[in-house]
């Protein structure tokens, strides 16, 4: 009884399988375009995680440009050094080592020191926020804690911890995906070689408006600036500001430092390049 | 009974200071004056702390074509240039006057009445615009640029905007049952700025027939007519209010004068008649004090820089209830963040609110009931832009005519699954902004 409906379906259906097969690789066979394997090669060494840093829309279409141009200058920022040497192997030339970058965030003001206006209970993404008004804390330079940075980022750097974002040194990459995601302009990227210290803070208040706002501000007290002798620190707008160049990590500014170590920083990831250095 | 032809919601009117007189308010003990209450740049600052300031005196100079001038509200010292919280939402350069109590004007400005009828049009224009005269119904246009424009527009409806569509606010109300007379002239004066036949029309919603019939007595005699408007939200919006009196449709990407339109606000003829006939800066505003949560509601006359938290000393006790303080009418209002901000030109009134849903509700997915593209004056689905804003598609969501919301509230007033379709709407929108921003910097 089943059978009968059975049969003539299922070979129709894979006679029609079977027909629409042969065309397809016929087609293939007819219409195939030779690829440069070199390509495939180097796309197969990138990331491929198509994130847009090195400024084309994929990993593909860098490949593709790279082969054809064989510009050494092209760099990948976010496989850093190894992958330049990789890809330098796979081509035959030597190719620029790119300068690696990271993402700082300048704001401490996370919920226990930096002082809320109102309660914001509408949609939970920090963009909406200033559509409402100038974000719940009080200071309006601030991170704004809703993380809508979190979803721009392609490598799960990035996290929320008591209304501040957490940026993980080791899983940042410095392909700046999350700079235009943030509306007050408190991400960064920095040179992780010329990474010594860095003012965590965003407030061009003034001393006192920043300390009425935020306990891990910095107020522009000069004491920091009065301390290093490599003349590495500079205040501007109400804000010091760390010469990477000058600096020499010497940690002086730490110590004077009326907020402490939260308003200056020490760049975590420096240990890795340093080492790379020495060796 | 005209109306407009799409959409449109009937919330509760709760005009609740229908029949309150306009109190005038005292003056308080300091003033913030923000430099930007327009829309446009903001103005540039013209004095110095310590310098000492008469009424009406320019403080702040319109920066730019699209911009407004700014005068002090009373007689005083200026105590401080800076940021400070503005009803918008955002901190704005404010100047703060500490008022010497003398209240004088400054020279020339308590002149006798002038005779507008000799005045030429560029006149006009220039007293409009050193007067710092915008648009006082919600956007802060600056008059001036809205009076002229561009030449190949031909003008020949002038539409004055009474609907007042927004629930609890009466300010336009109250103005035109009491000083119908300068509305008049107000209207009369932007009128003459025109060549050529010109329908002059005041639009006013039914449910305010005080004002239809004083308005009518004074308008009909020149030769301006008073419409009476269905009473439905958002009948007050300048592309409703052109549709419902011309029946002419303003597109997406057009403004008004694309269809020979111009639309003025109660407040702003009567700024206008201020300016020209009284050589008065805008230096004061009526507005409406409401809300479940405020013992005494009424509608003053305040002048600008007077801080919240001042008007509710004058108004009598906030409830304990109270989660929200809107700047503005429930509808398109914004909550404030702060008790600071001051009454700026286009404050038309502040509302004190229980909202029992706040921090409770929950957007929940939506149903595809589609009220909100049934009242989506526009013509838009709401839905599908706040679906679309969320995926962050924000190529495709300025395909399905994002730029065309007005951010009404009418989708969000409606909504069964309580979602937030205005707030999705101008989170789109402002990424838009910023990503085009990118761009082309």
Known sequence: ?279 | MKTFRTGGIHPPESKLTGNSPIEVMPLPSELAIPLSQHLGKPAKPVVKMNDEVKKGQLIGEADGFISANVHASTSGKIKAIKPHPHPGGQYAMTVFITPDGKDEWAEGLECAPADWKRLSKQEILRKIKDAGVVGMGGAGFPTNVKLSPPPDKKIDTLILNGAECEPFLTADHRLMVESPEDIVTGLEIMASLFDGPLKIAIGIESNKQDAIETLQRYALPKQIEVVSLKTKYPQGAEKQLINAITGRVVGEGELPFDKGCIVQNIGTAAAVCDAVCRNRPLIERVLTVSGMEISRKKNISARIGTSFSDIIAFCGDMSEKTNQIISGGPMMGKAVFSLDVPVVKTTSGILFINNPALGKSMERTCIRCGRCVEVCPQGLAPWLLANVAQLRHFDEIQTLGLANCTECGSCTYVCPSGRELVHWIKYAKALVANRQKRKSA
């Open chain 1, 1 to 279: 009884m089943i059978s009968d409906a059975f049969i003539p379906a299922v070979s129709s259906l894979g006679a029609v399988a079977l027909a629409l097969g042969l065309i397809i690789h016929f087609v293939s066979k007819k219409f195939h375009v030779e690829e440069d394997p070199t390509v495939k090669l180097v796309n197969g060494i990138l990331p491929g995680v198509n994130c847009g840093a090195c400024g084309f829309p994929s990993c593909g279409q860098f490949a593709e440009v790279l082969v054809e141009t064989r510009n050494s200058a092209m760099t990948c920022p976010v496989g850093g050094a190894d992958l330049a040497a990789k890809l330098g192997e796979a081509l035959g030339m030597t190719m620029a080592e790119p300068k690696p970058q990271l993402a700082v965030l300048l704001c401490q003001g996370n919920n226990d020191v930096a002082r809320q206006t109102a309660e914001y209970l509408g949609i939970q993404d920090c963009w909406a926020a200033t559509q409402a008004f100038a974000g719940p804390k009080q200071c309006r330079y601030s991170c704004i804690g809703l993380g809508s940075c979190i979803a721009w980022c392609d490598f799960g750097a990035m996290r929320l911890e008591n209304g501040l974002i957490v940026i993980d040194n080791d899983l940042c990459t410095g392909c700046a995906a999350c700079i235009p995601a943030c509306p007050t302009g408190v991400l960064v990227m920095q040179d992780k070689k010329a990474s010594r210290y860095f003012i965590a803070c965003n407030s061009r208040d003034r001393g006192a408006a920043t300390k009425k706002a935020c306990d891990a501000g910095c107020t522009a007290c000069q004491k920091c600036v009065k301390v290093c002798e490599d003349n590495a620190i500079v205040i501007e707008e109400f804000l010091a500001r760390i010469v990477q160049d000058k600096c020499t990590a010497c940690g002086k500014c730490i110590e004077v430092c009326p907020t402490k170590v939260n308003c200056i920083r020490l760049e975590n990831d420096l240990k890795a390049v340093k080492q790379k250095q020495a060796s």
